[in-house]
T-cell receptor
C-alpha cells in the first residue's frame, strides 16, 4: 500500500458542486500539504498543516477549505467548484524538525475536472 | 524567502552526467537547498538536500558553492528514465515548501 493515499484518483464534476479530495498517510508524519498543478506549470501550495490543530493558507487558498481530521488525514474541499479549478491535485507529507521537515512524500495525485 | 533561478530546459545524452544548475544568490544562513523531480504527471519525488556541504546519495550528488549562492545537481549516469522536471527549492525548515517552474531535463539516446 502507498504511504500517501489520495482518493478519488479521478473525478469529473459540474460547476457549483461540492467536492472533497481526501488524503491519508501511514508515515506518521506531522505535516501535510495540498498542492495543485495546472498543465505545463509547477506546483502551487493551497493549504498546509504542521499538526492536527494547525491550518495555514498557502499561495492560492481562495475557493478551497481543508480539514485535518487526525494526524493521518487531511481533506481538501471545494465548496462550489468552478471550471478554473480543473487541475491535478497532490497531497504531501513531511516529518517535523530541522532538515527533514521539507523532505516531502507525495501521493499519486487526484485529477479533477470541473465542467 | 530566497528565490531560485533554473534554466527552463536542458538536454543530456544517455549515459553521460547531467549537471543541473540552480542560482540562489539571496539564500539565508538557515535555508537548505532541496531538489525534487517530477516524472510526467506523477507526484514529485525527493532527490537530495543540503545546507553547506556537498551531499551524495544513491540518486545524485549535490554540489553547493562555498558562498552558497548557487548549486548543481549531478546525475552521474543519466538514463532515459531520468527525463523529468527538476525543481530546486531553497527553504528554511520551519517554512512550507513552494515549487517554482523547474528545469525540464530530456535524456536522449
Amino acid at each position: 500500500d502507498a504511504d500517501v493515499t489520495q482518493t478519488p484518483r479521478n473525478r469529473i464534476t459540474k460547476t457549483g458542486k461540492r467536492i472533497m479530495l481526501e488524503c491519508s498517510q501511514t508515515k506518521g508524519h506531522d505535516r501535510m500539504y495540498w498542492y495543485r498543478q495546472d498543465p505545463g506549470l509547477g506546483l502551487r501550495l493551497i493549504y498546509y498543516s504542521f499538526d492536527v490543530k494547525d491550518i495555514n493558507k498557502g499561495e492560492i487558498s481562495d475557493g478551497y477549505s481543508v480539514s485535518r481530521q487526525a494526524q493521518a488525514k487531511f481533506s481538501l474541499s471545494l465548496e462550489s467548484a468552478i471550471p478554473n479549478q480543473t487541475a491535478l491535485y497532490f497531497c504531501a507529507t513531511s516529518v517535523g524538525g530541522l532538515a527533514g521537515a521539507n523532505v516531502l512524500t507525495f501521493g499519486a495525485g487526484s485529477r479533477l475536472t470541473v465542467l | 524567502d530566497a528565490k531560485t533561478t533554473q534554466p527552463p530546459s536542458m538536454d543530456c545524452a544517455e549515459g553521460r552526467a547531467a549537471n543541473l544548475p540552480c542560482n540562489h544568490s539571496t539564500i539565508s544562513g538557515n535555508e537548505y537547498v532541496y531538489w525534487y523531480r517530477q516524472i510526467h504527471s506523477q507526484g514529485p519525488q525527493y532527490i537530495i538536500h543540503g545546507l553547506k556541504n556537498n551531499e551524495t546519495n544513491e540518486m545524485a550528488s549535490l554540489i553547493i558553492t562555498e558562498d552558497r549562492k548557487s548549486s548543481t545537481l549531478i546525475l552521474p549516469h543519466a538514463t532515459l528514465r531520468d527525463t523529468a522536471v527538476y525543481y530546486c527549492i531553497v527553504r528554511a525548515s520551519r517554512r512550507d515548501m513552494r515549487f517554482g517552474a523547474g528545469t525540464r531535463l530530456t535524456v536522449k539516446p
